[in-house]
């Protein structure tokens, strides 16, 4: 049973791209949450999904940030115009049900040059 | 609200020796509590986990965790330290069966001594 995937592994943009990080979670799982890791840092929710819908994005900064959990694929972080400030790593989780216990994906380690 | 709370960002066993990981609680509801392992560039992977059952929880690579409601603590334990347990470790609380999300303390960083 594959655990939770994501790509790309590392990403590298320049100032004003755009990234783009796929999460496709445990097979069965419906529920996906995604953290960003700062170094030194915890990890602090950003958004929690649930097929098509949007649960929970109180963690998700007001701009250039969205997500989305289509019926079919993966799910995407989409990051525009980036900054410096957002290299960091991004974890996506998935859980069978709300609540439950979380299982992590490698992360996307993202540099912003 | 939740949050956690990791006392020593840093701590240093010599091989063979205890392995004793801090992590106080809060929560204004019944909670779930985890611990993870993070090694070097990789992601994380759950260690142990309470979920209302047994307050002493056995997870895997030998490490345990005992849930004290009193203290609100949830200390990760392990007898005997060995090389590899060297990573990053971190507790996360989330509310039972409700929470969107859950909430990482700052992570505590294991060295072990040869």
């Known amino acids: 049973n594959a655990g939770v995937m994501q790509n790309p592994r590392h990403l590298v943009r320049r100032r004003g791209q755009e990234a783009r990080l796929r999460c496709s979670p445990m097979k069965g799982h419906s529920h996906v949450y995604w953290y960003r890791q700062l170094p030194e840092e915890g990890l602090k929710f950003m958004v929690y999904?649930?097929?098509?819908?949007?649960?929970?994005e109180s963690g998700m900064p007001k701009e250039r940030f969205s997500a989305e959990f289509p019926k079919e694929g993966p799910s995407i972080l989409r990051i525009q115009q980036v900054v410096r400030g957002d290299s960091a790593a991004y974890f996506c989780?998935?859980?069978?049900?709300?609540?439950?216990?979380?299982?992590f994906g490698p992360g996307t380690r993202l540099l912003v040059l | 609200a939740q949050s956690v709370t990791q006392l020593g960002s840093h701590v240093s066993v010599s091989e063979g020796a205890l392995v004793l990981l801090r992590c106080n609680y809060s929560?204004?509801?019944?909670?779930?509590l985890f611990w993870y392992v993070q090694y070097p560039n990789q992601g994380l992977q759950l260690l142990l986990k309470?979920?209302?059952?047994?307050?002493l929880v056995k997870g895997i690579n030998g490490f345990e965790a005992e849930f004290k409601k009193s203290e609100t603590s949830f200390h990760l334990t392990k007898p005997s330290a060995h090389m590899s347990d060297a990573a990053e470790y971190f507790c996360?609380?989330?509310?039972?069966?409700?929470?969107?999300?859950?909430?990482f303390g700052t992570g505590t960083s294991l060295t072990v001594i040869p």
């Open positions: 989780a998935s859980s069978l049900k709300r609540g439950e216990t979380q299982y």
């Open positions: 929560s204004s509801v019944p909670p779930y």
């Open positions: 996360a609380v989330s509310e039972a069966n409700t929470g969107n999300q859950f909430y």
């Open positions: 999904l649930q097929k098509e819908n949007i649960i929970d």
């Open positions: 309470y979920t209302s059952a047994a307050t």
